[in-house]
């Protein structure tokens, strides 16, 4: 896979991070639990990053499961 | 030994709990949500399965709305002093345990009212009189599933449509049932379903929890303890959403470890089968205790109008006297008093002096109830 660029979802908590998890990889999206970046915020948390190609298909996934999400942000 | 203390706690464990745990303990073990490496990552993952599991063994759409907490009573106390307010009135039945009982009155003396509902000597409650007992200012209907002393099912259905009817919030306790008879939050009309891992669950102590039902705003649900969360740390101010809000402070990510293992074996083996199996054997100890002379048994005596729990008294013998004999006589395990249960005890007039307790699980067998029942039968005849 060429890599063209990661995002982060970043969700109110761990246990929302563990749902967005479980939901895309259900579906086939490649995911990893990484701690949120320090020049993104402060949080001690983690986020899920996924390939900047797949930020549509997650956005749909995550509607649909009416996940809240603050903030999708390329890095 | 013949262990029949199931209904204060299950076991042996199903198998896989105790695997579970220790794989978590030996494997795992970091904090989850406190950190993004991958044990606290594994780890988070392990709690977010527990939750999960919850979820689909009792019908709740969103894991998220799972909040953990050491066991029913925190769960009860959590949802009765989160939501309610002095002005607020609150039903409930004669047939409550303690946990919910004590934190009534507690909030009663600070202005909340409180109504409790009789039920019948055999310890079942009608619906129709929840709905007479509801007022202008009733917010919540709260109500044991089960009796933890006599296992009598209480219609936690038919009182949840009533609620929806008068737009009331109902709150389950659903500790002697969970995973041992059918729970659906939807289908049962169930806004707030507070359980607990160490019964028929299979899971460890120090496991429980409330669901929090679609009818309910998790962000008007005050906490019972605040604190680090994991998340939103910039901010000193406690976050409002579920399950951080009400789950500060490092989590039993251990025993979670455990009570999905034992979840999971409830789901597999299905509640259903286990549910057929318990009532077989119950109905074989209701039979058999009824047909002993001098043995008086409490409640509906029909199985299927209750959980496999069963109580009894010999007469001329006092419940703790029986208690001590089975156990070092036969080598059988049961509780005896009032199971911190004395609203419950009034109702079937056996208080203060309380019964001989059987709680029998989906792992008993039908050999121990009848070694059970002919133990009393030789106890009895001693008696007098």
């Known amino acids: ?75 | 030994m013949i262990y029949l203390d199931n209904a204060a706690t299950t076991w042996p464990k199903s198998p896989g709990v105790g695997e579970a745990m220790l794989y978590f303990l030996d494997h795992v073990g970091a904090n989850p949500g406190r950190a993004g490496h991958r044990l606290a990552v594994d780890a988070a993952r392990i709690v977010y399965s527990a939750r999960e599991a919850v979820a689909e063994l009792f019908g709740a759409p969103d894991p998220l709305r799972v909040v953990f907490g050491a066991n029913v009573t925190e769960a009860l106390n959590l949802a009765l002093r989160g939501l309610l307010c002095p002005g607020d009135h609150v039903i409930t039945s004669s047939m409550e345990h303690n946990s919910v009982m004590r934190p009534l009155r507690a909030l009663e003396r600070q202005g909340v009212g409180v109504t409790v509902v009789g039920c019948s000597s055999e310890g079942f409650l009608d619906p129709a009189l929840v709905e007479a007992a509801i007022r202008p200012d009733t917010k919540m209907i709260v109500l044991n599933h089960a009796s933890n002393v006599v296992g009598t099912i209480l219609p936690v259905a038919e009182v949840g449509q009533i609620a929806r009817r008068h737009g009331l919030l109902l709150l389950a306790d659903v500790a002697q049932t969970a995973g041992a008879f059918p729970i659906d939050m939807q289908a049962d009309a169930i806004d707030l379903l507070a359980f607990t891992g160490h019964k028929s669950l299979y899971g460890p102590m120090g496991t429980g929890g409330l669901v929090i039902g679609e009818r309910v705003d998790p962000s008007l649900l005050e906490p019972l303890k605040r604190g680090g969360t994991g998340s939103r740390s910039e901010r000193e101010e406690q976050p409002d959403f579920s399950p951080d809000a009400c789950e500060s402070g490092t989590p039993n990510a251990v025993g979670l470890a455990g009570l999905e293992a034992g979840i999971r074996w409830v789901l597999q083996r299905g509640v259903e089968a286990i549910r057929a199996h318990e009532m077989a054997l119950a109905q074989q100890l209701l039979d058999g205790l009824q047909a002993v002379p001098n043995v008086t048994v409490y409640g509906g005596l029909e199985a299927s109008r209750q959980t496999a729990t069963v109580s009894f008294n010999i007469r001329g013998m006092e419940p703790s006297d029986v208690g001590l004999r089975l156990d070092d006589e036969y080598a059988i395990l049961c509780r005896v008093g009032l199971h911190c249960s004395p609203a419950a005890h009034k109702t079937l007039d056996t208080f203060p002096g309380g019964t001989v307790r059987f709680g029998l699980a989906a792992l008993n067998t039908a050999e121990e109830v009848r070694a059970a029942i002919e133990a009393v039968r030789q106890l009895s005849r001693q008696a007098q």
């Not at chain 1, 896979?1 to 999206?29: K, N, Q």
């Not at chain 1, 990053?49 to 009416?66: F, G, K, T, V």
Request: aromatic share 2%; hydrophobic share 45%.
């Open chain 1, 1 to 75: 896979m060429t890599p063209d660029g990661y995002a982060v979802i970043l969700v109110h908590s761990t246990s929302h991070a563990m749902r967005v998890e479980r939901l895309l990889r259900d579906e086939g999206i490649a995911c990893k639990m990484i701690p949120v970046p320090r020049h993104i915020s402060s949080d001690c948390g983690v986020c899920i990053r996924i390939l900047c190609q797949e930020i549509d298909a997650a956005c749909c996934i995550l509607e649909a499961a009416h996940v809240e999400v603050e903030s999708i942000q390329t890095i």
